[in-house]
């Protein structure tokens, strides 16, 4: 069996697990930060397998699941290590979504982030009334929303958890206390921030005294997170959500010294996890018939997922294959065309289900077969096919809607895992803080030690205009104790008429999450392809704007025959972070397989 633990057996000493697992244990090397792809290891197993977006993260997630732990279980000890080793894109101090098959059905764990109580559907705009700039809202305390990771966790583990929730943070909180290594990937990101410096607790720990970031290999160290891992260890959530960590929170959002927010430590102390149903629609690829499962609304992405997937079954999509390892001119076209489509959907129904009703028939209206055959015809196929260049929203049978479309917005951020545990068991979790480094805002639990957590600017999700410019509302509008629109997208596929499962996958990447997860649910049920192939796929995509490609992937005759058809292509550095299992056949018997992204340094690691 082919597997990439024993290719890291050098690095990684794989003791039994207790509270001095990360003293025994070996940095594995981190893959440099250059976009581009290269060929990791695939990673075959029979028993259990993790992918996360760091060696470190993954090695806890395969111990835990090689001492008998759950998918849940790993799923834990995996986000802790994550909150210490990549802060730029995940943590306690943000939201996740949290997809889980439980060996009969498929459950969604919403840690979305909320809205304060005290906000209003003004928070972004300016004394003009016009929409604040990006960075002027998402730099201090204004963006930060009630962090919902511990609790949502928290509520999964009293449900699933096999190991002691205690023992979850043991990885984490050893290694926050003995150090780990800056990757290349955190030094670059590092090196490139302009924002984090201004806050004097990140400033400290991230760089040195003459403002350099901390170099590559430089053990650093965080003992306050490890303080607060050791209370949430003990206390569960409510060690950070109340008391003296909660007043902290508070006090960094609410006393930032040019952009406040209006956190409260009510805000905190109320915040609640949900248990959501999961969004499930039918598929078909090559003859074969499957159920595609992801997260609901307040999360637009199994809905723009399942609807590009549904629509390119609608289209000539289904018989054009890869051309020398490439999706063509003719596939990519129908692709951004179906992406406009759906986009155009989520601007104009999408938002937190508890504030906004959805279309007639349901969420699951929008993923109607006759609704999307509807929707197909408006996308040109054949000789005289032409780039609609901007879609506009559809109107399933019977729907009426009170809400104007979003404008598109910037979105940035969040990290991917994807979980087997030995009786086959998955978690797909998607988690952010939203943009790189959140709010640039590090709260320190206990006084007098180094380190800390970023906080969130996770409302940023949120429509800055709250109204068009008839003052008709939109629904992804802010509105208190309300959860932002997000684009996380956790997915798994199962085998329609055994229910077996097949996938689980997600990546980070912020509106382009749902491109980056379509292109590799796509690679596996209609190309054939590895998890490996399809993730190493280049990236391609369409906002209900320009289609653009990832740069330096696709040849000119592919750009040219793109801007023939009328499509405005631009080329951008589309670093996806995906991860993803598979269930293939080896040998005659099942086994899982695994890729992780090669433009990031994620790693898969199985049994």
Same mark, same amino acid.
């Given at each position: ?13 794989? %003791? ?187 400033? !400290?720990?991230?760089?040195? !005294? ?23 260890? %003990? ?10 960590? !909660? ?361």
């Amino acid at each position: 069996m082919h597997t990439l633990r024993l290719a890291l057996a050098a690095l990684i000493v794989l %003791s039994g697990y207790n509270c001095t697992w990360a003293q025994q244990y070996q940095t594995p090397n981190s893959t440099d930060t250059n976009a581009g792809v290269k060929s990791p290891l695939a990673t075959s197993a029979k028993r259990f397998a993790v992918a996360a977006a760091n060696p470190l993260a993954t090695a806890a997630g395969y111990q835990v699941l090689r001492d008998g732990g759950s998918a849940v279980d790993a799923a834990i000890a995996v986000q802790m290590v994550l909150t210490l080793v990549e802060p730029q894109s995940s943590g306690i101090g943000g939201g996740a979504f949290m997809l889980h098959f439980n060996g009969s059905a498929v459950e969604a764990f919403d840690g979305r982030e909320t809205a304060p109580a005290a906000a209003s559907e003004g928070l972004f705009l300016k004394a003009d009334g016009k929409p604040m700039a990006f960075y002027d809202a998402v730099v201090g305390g204004r963006a930060v929303g009630a962090p919902g990771t511990v609790r949502m966790l928290e509520m999964a583990h009293r449900q699933y958890g096999v190991l002691p929730w205690a023992a979850l943070m043991a990885p984490a909180i050893d290694l926050a206390e003995n150090g780990f290594k800056v990757s290349p990937r955190l030094h670059a990101m590092l090196k490139a921030e302009i924002h984090l410096k201004k806050d004097p607790t990140a400033a !400290a720990y991230f760089y040195q !005294a003459d403002g350099s970031p901390q170099e590559i290999g430089h053990l650093l160290r965080n003992p306050d997170l490890a303080a607060l891992l050791r209370k949430i260890a %003990s206390q569960g959530s409510a060690a950070m959500l109340e008391g003296d960590v !909660a007043l902290a929170i508070v006090d960094k959002v609410r006393q930032h010294p040019s952009n406040p927010g209006l956190l409260s430590v009510s805000d905190l102390a109320g915040y609640r996890a949900l248990k959501r149903a999961a969004l499930c629609h039918d598929y078909s690829a090559r003859d074969k018939h499957y159920r595609i499962c992801g997260f609901p609304p307040p999360s637009s992405g199994a809905i723009a997922v399942g609807q590009i997937l549904g629509l390119l079954n609608q289209t000539q999509a289904a018989e054009l294959p890869l051309e020398n390892g490439l999706p063509s001119a003719q596939w990519l076209h129908l692709y951004t065309e179906a992406a406009r489509l759906a986009f155009a959907d989520r601007a104009q129904y999408l938002g937190d289900p508890d504030f906004v009703s959805p279309p007639e028939g349901g969420w699951v209206g929008l993923l109607g077969p006759a609704y999307l055959a509807e929707r197909a015809k408006l996308i040109a196929q054949g000789p005289n096919e032409a780039s609609m260049k901007t879609a506009k929203p559809g109107l399933p049978a019977g729907a009426k809607t009170v809400y104007a479309p979003m404008a598109e917005q910037v979105e940035y951020g969040t990290s991917h895992v994807s979980i087997v545990d030995g009786k086959g068991h998955s978690v797909a979790m998607t988690s952010t803080i939203e943009d790189a480094f959140g709010a640039r805002q590090m709260v320190q639990s206990t006084a007098g030690l180094a380190g800390g957590f970023l906080l969130n600017n996770e409302l940023t999700d949120f429509s800055f205009a709250p109204r068009d410019g008839n003052g008709n509302p939109i629904a992804n509008r802010v509105e208190p104790g309300k959860r932002p629109r997000s684009s996380m997208a956790p997915t798994m596929v199962f085998d329609k008429a055994t229910g077996e499962l097949l996938i689980s996958a997600g990546s980070p990447g912020g509106a382009l999450i749902i491109h980056f997860v379509s292109k590799t649910i796509y690679g596996l049920l209609n190309w054939g392809l590895t998890p490996q192939e399809s993730i190493a796929l280049p990236n391609f995509a369409s906002l209900n704007g320009p289609s653009v490609l990832e740069e330096k992937r696709f040849p000119a005759a592919t750009l040219e025959a793109l801007n023939a058809r009328g499509h405005e292509v631009r080329e951008a550095n589309m670093t996806s972070g995906l991860q993803a299992i598979a269930r293939t056949q080896a040998e005659g018997s099942p086994t899982w397989m695994g890729g992780a992204d090669p433009r990031r340094e994620g790693l898969v690691m199985g049994d």
